[in-house]
């Protein structure tokens, strides 16, 4: 072998470094969580600051905000000034094209709560290991603020590009909406969906149905603080008994179908609720047609999303499809057929995260 050279890494070696990647991965994920939840990440968007500073203007201890400031420096997310000067006195700067990732919660870059969703997911892993040995549940009420870590993920997508973009791109929908058509919600969460469609079309009126009375009360603040809520209303009830029959120009449900245990039943609500001529429009994970090993990056994200959370959850009532994260557009297809649509169609809609399917209620 000569100089140049590179001897191949054994397989062994490599997941052994993949996983340590990884470990070190879920810490730097727990500091983001600890600057955006103590607004450090706010604060130094302002103005830079040594670790004293940051702690006056922030109102926590000093010690802990420079060790804090240190972890984020050496992780390459913050910019110190001078590495050589004593430790309080070193000025630590948030570069400004880290501030849409860490602060600016409307960009679509936004991560602290993805972060934050990931650690509550860690989190609940010793129940995980009860309802894997039993094959029992764990619901989104059991996951304490899970379901707001998760409103948050999508906040910024729904409140920008879902609506004025992904929507209008379809000529149908948004030729409905810009008439003043009515929207239902079906699994609207805290609103985002719901409020997004208010906001980019003023003539329509949307109702939202969720099954979570928290989310649902969360969804009325949220509406009220948008200034929509004079048209839009929201309302605690299964999915599969919401609705008025045939009274929707678009029946919509935003990445729930694959949580639900009983996603035939719902489609077929909402296939009711949709007026004569009306648009059914499922939104859900944009992951493989059909399963393969290894996947790519989004195939191991929404695997391990199932893994820690929709599986759980939609196990968490009996009976259940358990259908999880990964649900392929042949799931969707056979779901759709049994509550009786004619068929799906995959609409073109360029979205890396998000397959859209039109339910067709007629041949």
């Known amino acids: 072998m ?4 590179i001897p191949p890494v054994d397989a062994t070696t490599a997941l052994a470094e993949r996983l340590f990647d ?48 240190e972890q984020q420096a050496v992780a390459g997310v913050l910019t ?69 870590a998760q409103a948050a993920c999508n906040r910024a997508y729904f409140l920008g590009p879902m609506a004025g973009q992904d929507l209008a791109s379809v000529p149908e929908i948004d030729a409905a909406l810009r008439a003043g ?16 469609i208010a906001r980019a079309y003023p003539q329509v009126r949307v109702d939202g149905y969720d099954i979570d009375e928290p989310s649902v009360e969360q969804a ?22 919401a609705g008025e029959q045939g009274s929707y120009d678009l029946v919509t449900a935003f990445e729930c179908v ?6 035939v039943g719902v489609l077929a609500a909402m296939r009711r609720m949709a007026r004569p001529g009306g648009t059914v429009l499922v939104v859900d994970e944009r992951v493989a047609e059909r ?29 259940s499809a358990g259908t999880g994260t990964v649900m392929r557009p042949a799931t969707l297809e056979r779901y759709a057929h049994e509550a009786g649509f004619a068929g799906v169609d995959v ?17």
């Open 181 to 196: 058509g009515r929207v239902a919600d079906v699994g609207c969460g805290m609103g985002w969906s719901a409020i997004g």
């Open 258 to 263: 694959h949580d639900l245990a009983d996603p």
């Open 80 to 148: 110190v000034d001078d590495e050589t000067a004593a430790p309080d006195e070193r000025r630590y700067t948030l570069p400004e094209a880290h501030r849409p990732v860490l602060v600016d919660r409307d960009d679509l870059a936004y991560m602290p709560p993805f972060a934050h969703a990931a650690l509550i997911f860690a989190r609940n892993v010793p129940r995980l290991l009860e309802v894997y040995r039993t094959g029992e549940g764990l619901s989104w009420a059991e996951m304490g603020d899970a379901r707001d």
């Open 347 to 363: 609409l073109p809609v360029d979205n890396e995260f998000f397959r859209f399917y039109r339910l067709r209620t007629g041949a």
């Open 220 to 241: 009325r603040r949220n509406a009220e603080e948008a200034g929509v809520a004079d048209r839009i209303r929201f309302t605690t009830v299964d999915a599969a008994a």
């Open 2 to 5: 000569t100089t140049t050279e």
């Open 291 to 319: 399963f393969t090993a290894p996947g790519d990056a989004i195939e191991r994200l929404m695997y391990g999303y199932s893994v820690t959370c929709c599986l759980p959850d939609g196990l968490s009532t009996r009976p």
């Open 22 to 69: 990884g470990v070190i991965a879920t810490l730097e994920l727990a500091a983001v969580h600890l600057g955006s939840e103590l607004g450090w990440y706010r604060a130094l968007a302002e103005s830079p600051a040594t670790a004293p500073e940051l702690a006056e203007r922030t109102g926590t201890a000093p010690r802990y905000a420079r060790e804090w400031l």
